[in-house]
């Protein structure tokens, strides 16, 4: 399935695998923000940053049929779930909370095919990087294409109120966040999507990513006429608890523990700023490892789940530029 | 198309309350072995909720 040989330190995939970041000309080389004095000690550091990041980039490479094999399972279990709570084999409420972490745990799953770390275009593992991406994203009845999109334009401009398409996820506390998140899902004014469309047209504009918007509506009109047909036929509590529930519970997680909580209190937009090392409110594993976002936004083709080492190894190198490092 | 989509998502909640909270009312009530109020079915109860809430959705652009 996957070539299983680390990349050479000089291939082009690595080169871009090790960019900084995303990011737009605001956040830049790291080496250009200090004074000349300073350039030659922060070149340094991110050259020794750029080290760390090489070896776990390598390191997931040789672990990305992982997120696959995940996603193969849990996309199976997820199905599987519709015929297990009709037929009364499993209790509803179990088949919720399973349902549930399907469907968040799907968003990191579909996050790593995001960023194309299972398989670059043109590579062998392409394909499978595209098939989780899409399996993921099922039980959040969102297209994989429009969330690949939204998630690279808030690495490009991460807290940027017009340009992040995350922005509205922003709250002053965990209750707000939690209120916020609703609200955000909501089918009026209030609605994210109102300023996710315009980043879309406005922003980013290209054929890609208006084709993105028609195929979310598509995908929206066909799920909510799932949940009605279902329902008419007599099966709106088993939908009801497998999907439309649990869905819901987990895009207010992803939205609160991986949209509000790693960027808040999006003040900074600079490459060490604009996300932070934190403790999350829900712990490491319901936070997905999303605890060391500043080293995702820094190299994010490394795997999440190795941004955890990968955070301890460069957290001297973090410190030496002033980034907090106290969460950890 | 794109125009009866833009009409279609507009009264979404209120076709959403009478097709899918309508029946899921109704099913729990089932579920739970609860009997609608006044000799109504539980189906016309759910609708009695279901109907109203999709209209208040469409009305306020919230469910709540």
Sequence with gaps: MFEGKLPRPDSAALRRALAPGDAPAACGRPEAAGDAGERPRLRELHRREREIAARYYAIGQTVRWRYVA???ACFSLWLALFPLAILGLV?????????YLIATGGFITAHEAMHSTIGRKGS????WNELTGQLSM????FPFAIVRIIHLQHHRFPNDPVRDPDYPDGAPNLRAALWKA????????????????RVLLEEIGTPEAKAAL?????AQLAGTLFFIGMALAGYALEVAMVWWLPRWLALIHTHVFFGWETHHPQTGTGRYDNTRI???SVGSVLSMWLEYHLVHHLYPNIPIHLTKPAYFEMKPLLQARGVDCSAH | MQAVLKKLFYVMPLLFGIGFIAPLIAQTMAYWDIAAPYGMSRLAFGLAIGAPWGLYAVWRGRWL
């Design chain 1, 70 to 72: 995940a996603t193969l």
């Design chain 1, 91 to 99: 209790p509803l409420w179990l088949a919720c909370g399973v349902s």
């Design chain 1, 124 to 127: 062998k593992g392409w394909f």
């Design chain 1, 138 to 141: 099922i039980p959040l009845m």
């Design chain 1, 182 to 197: 609703w609200l955000n899902r909501q089918p009026g004014k209030t609605a994210q999507a109102h300023h996710i469309k």
């Design chain 1, 214 to 218: 028609k195929q979310t509506a598509l």
């Design chain 1, 278 to 280: 934190f403790k999350s």
